[in-house]
């Protein structure tokens, strides 16, 4: 892939986390990349070998090695391994035994057909997404969102979010955590479901 270095970031952090970049992640990242020569292999490590990675993926090992291949490229692709992807990358970890985060962003580098396509959209949304947030500094989200935006994130295919639907995404997001913040201000409880939605859409409304 040919790629910036905002995109090559993104890529990590699609790879290794499964989720965009956070604005302050991708600036950091971004500047030790610049000082570095644009090396994606002076920081690739820091992102592969994390916690995170593995929390995302499991932990990787010989007996779990299909399981863990696939779950890699439903994340990346949204697609199951082929078969002829899964006697590659077997081989390949059997041979060189890397992290299971460094494998996710060697397949995620071997992309081929409609994968790079796939990849490029995600990249495309991910960036949209780390924009909209740093433009947005009212918006925060929670640890507990991480999810949330991780599924948004996979469920990009063959076609780009319109930024509209971005935008209301993340919006939306902002509006259930100020209404459970306020439930839980004052009725020391969390939103019922159908307080949660109500009042998140009023928010919606009063916005627009």
Do not use: C
Not at 2 to 12: F, G, I
Not at 31 to 39: A, H, K
Not at 115 to 126: C, F, G, P, Q, S
């Amino acid at each position: 892939m040919n790629s910036s270095p905002q995109d090559l970031v993104q890529e990590l952090y699609i790879a290794a986390y499964g989720r965009p970049a956070d604005p302050a992640g991708l600036q950091y990242w971004t500047n030790v990349l610049n000082r570095n020569g644009d090396n994606v292999g002076a920081i690739v490590s820091n992102f592969t070998n994390s916690t995170e990675a593995n929390n995302l993926y499991g932990t990787i090992s010989s007996s779990n090695l299909p399981t863990v291949l696939n779950n890699i490229y439903e994340n990346l692709f949204n697609r199951p391994i082929d078969q002829v992807g899964l006697q590659y990358w077997e081989n390949t970890y059997n041979q060189y035994h890397m992290s299971v985060g460094d494998l996710a962003y060697d397949i995620m580098q071997g992309a081929q057909n409609s994968d790079v396509t796939v990849i490029n959209n995600k990249i495309a949304t991910a960036q949209t997404i780390t924009n909209y947030l740093a433009n947005n500094p009212n918006i925060s989200i929670t640890q507990g969102e991480v999810p949330l935006l991780d599924n948004f994130l996979q469920s990009v295919s063959t076609s780009v979010p319109s930024s509209s639907d971005i935008q209301n995404f993340l919006n939306n997001m902002n509006n259930q955590n100020i209404v459970q913040s306020l439930y839980l201000a004052f009725y020391d409880r969390p939103a019922d479901p159908a307080g949660l939605q109500y009042w998140s859409n009023v928010l919606s409304q009063n916005a627009n």
